[in-house]
T-cell receptor
Framework: TQLLEQSPQFLSIQEGENLTVYCNSS?????LQWYRQEPGEGPVLLVT?????EVKKLKRLTFQFGDARKDSSLHITAAQTGDTGLYLC???????????FGQGTELSVKP | SQTIHQWPATLVQPVGSPLSLECTVE??????LYWYRQAAGRGLQLLFY??????ISSEVPQNLSASRPQDRQFILSSKKLLLSDSGFYLC????????????FGPGTRLTVT
């Protein structure tokens, strides 16, 4: 099982600022997913990226998959307090459709 | 529409006691089912997954076990809990027929004392 490293682990910013979180692996993966989790709840899927160099946008969130498919980033523009939560990247395996998660980035957006 | 249920929502158990957590899915058939554990709001660790009734794959060696007695029922058990078993346990399902998304339940907060 290949590890996914997320950085930073914690991020505290003011409302309106921009931020980027990263997800890196030493191995190539076929597809990667980003989830967001609020305290006391299960994670919810934000996006799946499958093609090297792919960029997907979800309102103020921009997801990028590295050309070599070993890394991914999530950029949030003009963060809002509602963006607060734990952001998790996960590698999808064909075997059983299982997910292996990174350790997450805990984002706090202050008003 | 599909829904996933977990119970209990919270549980406090002494060391050495048994454990049984239940997860059921409604509104779909023959799903893949998963058990994860999350410690202190960090990443999720995959414990078990199942692609069918009676078919269980274990991802990490531990004193936990899983069973799938019915198509949409997934149970996580232990005969004797350890302090290190404390955590947030999440069940998830995935439609085997299409889509890559896993849908998570509300979780069970387990504290072993």
């Amino acid at each position: 099982t290949q590890l996914l490293e997320q950085s930073p682990q914690f991020l505290s910013i003011q409302e309106g600022e921009n931020l980027t979180v990263y997800c890196n692996s030493s191995s190539v993966f076929s597809s990667l997913q980003w989830y967001r989790q609020e305290p006391g709840e299960g994670p919810v899927l934000l996006v799946t990226v499958v093609t090297g160099g792919e960029v997907k946008k979800l309102k103020r969130l921009t997801f990028q998959f590295g050309d070599a498919r070993k890394d991914s980033s999530l950029h949030i523009t003009a963060a809002q307090t509602g963006d607060t939560g734990l952001y998790l990247c996960a590698r999808l395996y064909n075997q059983g459709g299982k997910l292996i998660f990174g350790q997450g980035t805990e984002l706090s957006v202050k008003p | 529409s599909q829904t996933i249920h977990q119970w209990p929502a919270t549980l406090v158990q002494p060391v050495g006691s048994p454990l049984s957590l239940e997860c059921t899915v409604e509104g779909t058939s023959n799903p893949n089912l998963y058990w994860y554990r999350q410690a202190a709001g960090r990443g999720l660790q995959l414990l078990f997954y199942s692609v069918g009734i009676g078919q269980i794959s274990s991802e990490v060696p531990q004193n936990l076990s899983a069973s799938r007695p019915q198509d949409r029922q997934f149970i996580l058990s232990s005969k004797k809990l350890l302090l290190s078993d404390s955590g947030f346990y999440l069940c998830a399902w995935r439609d085997r027929q299409g889509g890559q998304e896993q849908y998570f339940g509300p979780g069970t907060r387990l504290t072993v004392t």
